[in-house]
């Protein structure tokens, strides 16, 4: 397949994560040092900028502004919720011809593949060249292919850090504390929470993620149980927690731009088990709840060094792949390698239509019950979330 010559777009969709702009400038540095990309243009606001051809020249941008940019959280070219139909990818297709876009690099979920997946089809079928790669992103963790998402390990280590704050203030003054973590249909975040337990008797006591059913009955026992075993109990829930049959448990009735009922936007499903434990084990019980909300994709200076290095990588993966002249579209993905105990990170390419539309759950050997997730899991997440705080205890020396 020859070199391929023209102009580069990049876009960022979907939620934003603390390291997605290391992608953006790992795309930007890595399209400067090749002779097939003229010109680097960032479309504000994803897809939808490119169908309004609302373009900003990314090129002009000094090196000292990119490393800056590098290290701020959430989408420097804003971010959309839009999935575009097929008339709209057309419509963009004919923005690319305008403007002699031959490389696309959309930063993003399985959303974002998918819509590179239809722009893909419609060159494909219009005979138009245009390379077309998904970056991968998101704190969720739920993408196929990949061994885990560039932003999750530093949403991860947040999680973790703040249960175990959560932990000692618990301790401090016990009682039972809630709190909810991201996580639609996946429980990879809540599981991050895990790492929280340095000592036997340390929260999170119990860890409820959406792979399991959940029911008010099994909740109401869990938090006695662990209650009586410690006089305090602290819970790890996902907002995607549900009864059998995939049931929600709680609805605001509200909706997103996607359709989805809207989980983090409120302290709701947190107040609701609050008052469920009132209820159901005594009004007199000191019962508190907290939504990380979405301080757990955006909070700035705390992020996984291992997650920022890798995400600047997947960008640069993403140009020399594209540029290599070989593949025509892909996703990035990350693998896992380990040597002499060490972990190590691998970057490679897939096809778009292996991480289009569908998510990835949790893996099943990671649960433990109901309500836990096993020990093993300390081993996949450790390498991702780096340097971790460590919290120190008195020895309570009687006299």
Request: proline share 4%; net charge negative; hydrophobic share 35%.
């Amino acid at each position: 397949m020859s070199i391929l010559k023209g102009n580069a777009l990049i876009g960022q969709s979907g939620g934003p994560t603390c390291v997605i702009n290391q992608s953006l400038v790992g795309l930007i540095q890595e399209a400067a040092g090749t002779d097939a990309i003229h010109r680097v243009y960032g479309a504000l606001h994803g897809i939808a900028g490119v169908l309004a051809e609302d373009f900003i020249d990314l090129g002009k941008e000094s090196n000292e502004t990119l490393e800056k940019v590098a290290l701020t959280p959430c989408a420097a070219l804003r971010s959309v919720r839009k999935k575009p139909t097929r008339e709209e990818c057309e419509a963009a297709l004919e923005v690319f011809k305008k403007h002699d876009i031959r490389y696309f690099f959309y930063i993003g979920g399985n959303d974002s593949a998918e819509t590179a997946h239809i722009l893909n089809e419609l060159a494909v079928e219009q005979g138009y060249e245009v390379r077309l790669f998904h970056v991968p992103k998101t704190i969720d963790n739920d993408l196929r292919v990949t061994d885990h998402c560039p932003g999750y390990g530093s949403a991860a280590k947040f999680v973790a850090s703040a249960f175990m704050g959560d932990n000692q203030d618990n301790r401090s003054l016990p009682g039972i504390k809630i709190d909810v973590v991201m996580g639609r249909h996946a429980g990879w975040l809540t599981a991050a929470s895990l790492l929280a337990r340095e000592h036997a008797d340390d929260g999170p006591h119990l860890i409820y993620v959406p792979e399991v059913d959940f029911t008010i009955d099994g909740f109401l026992g869990d938090v006695d149980r662990m209650y009586q075993k410690h006089g305090r109990c602290l819970v790890a829930v996902s907002e995607g927690v549900h009864g059998p049959g995939g049931e929600p448990i709680f609805s605001t009735g509200e909706v997103d731009s996607h359709g989805n009922v809207q989980l983090s936007g409120s302290g709701a499903l947190g107040d609701f088990l609050a008052a469920k434990v009132k209820d159901g084990l005594g009004k007199g019980l000191r019962v508190r709840a907290d939504t990380f909300g979405y301080l757990q994709r955006s909070f700035a200076g705390y992020y996984s060094e291992v997650d920022a290095a890798e995400a600047r990588e997947v960008g640069r993966t993403a140009v020399r792949v594209a540029t290599g002249g070989e593949t025509p579209h892909g996703s990035i993905y990350i693998g896992r390698e380990t040597e002499d105990g060490q972990y190590r990170a691998t970057f490679n390419v897939t096809e778009l239509k292996n991480v289009a539309k569908e998510t990835r759950d949790l893996d099943a050997g990671f649960l433990a019950g109901t309500s836990d997730i096993d020990p093993s899991f300390l081993d996949y997440v450790r390498p991702l979330v780096g340097k971790m705080p460590s919290a120190g205890r008195l020895s309570d020396f009687g006299i």
